[in-house]
């Protein structure tokens, strides 16, 4: 049996007397696509740095790839947090710096690399997120929101990593500039054999992508399985987050596209 990409065991996060997540379990095996949807004020994107190590949960353990997240020397962490990628919700991207130098940061964190090295794998990542090599110059002010969540996808492939995790991927963009991000998503994802975890409320999108959706709700995992398999389960949340016209709706246009 493979080892899981992510372990999430006994995750407990606390900030001061609130508590966020009180017990939670979370396995994702290599190459699936899973969504995590939960209400507001869940811990969704608290989950997700935990995940990355952007924070440290109050008790638990974070696994990846089979060892705990915070194990080993220095070096060994630092191997292990080459193996991922994240987008961060507004995209994350340096102002001061043009596209091209936002997506070499992390490439120049390496060391090591020649400058024709990093201009090389630049450009090959700006080109396979559909980006032509005159936008390399352009600054971050000068993009749409769109070309925002290109740049910093192209920034979280800029290490090849094997896992890539996405904070509201399409959040902002109107429905033409979501729905060729998703699609965009799907080729990266079995073009390059990548897991993907996002968080994501837009149910076109999670409809989509997902191979299965982990539920948060009463400050754990509620249940992680098939959209089909969820929709039947009788809970207020799913109930509320599913089931409603508007979102039956949406998940019927995210199936059409998936």
């Given at each position: 049996?493979?080892?899981?990409?992510?372990?999430?065991?006994?995750i407990v996060t606390r900030f001061g007397h609130a508590v966020v997540h009180d017990g939670i379990d979370?396995?994702?095996p290599a190459g699936e696509v899973v969504s995590l949807v939960g209400g507001s004020g869940s811990g969704k994107t608290?989950?997700?740095?935990?995940i990355v190590g952007l924070l440290t949960p109050t008790r638990g353990t974070v696994r990846l790839f089979g060892e705990d997240l915070h194990a080993g020397s220095r070096a060994a962490q630092a191997r292990r947090r080459r193996r991922f990628g994240m987008l961060f919700q507004q995209g994350a991207l340096f102002s001061?710096?043009?596209?091209?130098?936002?997506?070499?940061?992390?490439?120049?964190?390496?060391?090591?690399?020649?400058?024709?090295?990093v201009r090389d794998a630049v450009m090959l990542k700006l080109a396979l997120v559909e980006l032509q090599p005159e936008h390399a110059l352009l600054m971050p002010a000068e993009l749409s929101g769109g070309m925002v969540k290109r740049v910093a996808l192209a920034r979280a492939l800029a290490l090849e990593p094997e896992l890539l995790l996405l904070d509201e991927p399409t959040a902002g963009l109107d429905p033409d500039r979501s729905a060729a991000f998703v699609h965009l998503i799907q080729e990266l994802q079995h073009q390059l054999?990548?897991?993907?975890?996002?968080?994501?409320?837009?149910?076109?999108?999670l409809a989509a992508l997902s191979s299965r959706v982990a539920v948060?709700?009463?400050?754990?995992?509620?249940?992680?399985?098939?959209?089909?398999?969820?929709m039947t389960i009788d809970h207020p949340f799913i109930e509320r987050f599913f089931r409603s016209e508007r979102s039956q709706r949406a998940l019927a246009r995210g199936m059409e596209t998936a």
């Amino acid at each position: 049996m493979s080892v899981p990409v992510i372990q999430l065991e006994g995750i407990v996060t606390r900030f001061g007397h609130a508590v966020v997540h009180d017990g939670i379990d979370l396995t994702i095996p290599a190459g699936e696509v899973v969504s995590l949807v939960g209400g507001s004020g869940s811990g969704k994107t608290t989950l997700l740095r935990e995940i990355v190590g952007l924070l440290t949960p109050t008790r638990g353990t974070v696994r990846l790839f089979g060892e705990d997240l915070h194990a080993g020397s220095r070096a060994a962490q630092a191997r292990r947090r080459r193996r991922f990628g994240m987008l961060f919700q507004q995209g994350a991207l340096f102002s001061a710096f043009n596209v091209f130098e936002n997506v070499a940061f992390p490439l120049r964190e390496l060391h090591g690399l020649s400058e024709r090295e990093v201009r090389d794998a630049v450009m090959l990542k700006l080109a396979l997120v559909e980006l032509q090599p005159e936008h390399a110059l352009l600054m971050p002010a000068e993009l749409s929101g769109g070309m925002v969540k290109r740049v910093a996808l192209a920034r979280a492939l800029a290490l090849e990593p094997e896992l890539l995790l996405l904070d509201e991927p399409t959040a902002g963009l109107d429905p033409d500039r979501s729905a060729a991000f998703v699609h965009l998503i799907q080729e990266l994802q079995h073009q390059l054999g990548l897991t993907v975890v996002l968080v994501t409320h837009d149910l076109d999108t999670l409809a989509a992508l997902s191979s299965r959706v982990a539920v948060l709700a009463e400050k754990r995992i509620l249940v992680c399985d098939t959209l089909e398999h969820i929709m039947t389960i009788d809970h207020p949340f799913i109930e509320r987050f599913f089931r409603s016209e508007r979102s039956q709706r949406a998940l019927a246009r995210g199936m059409e596209t998936a």
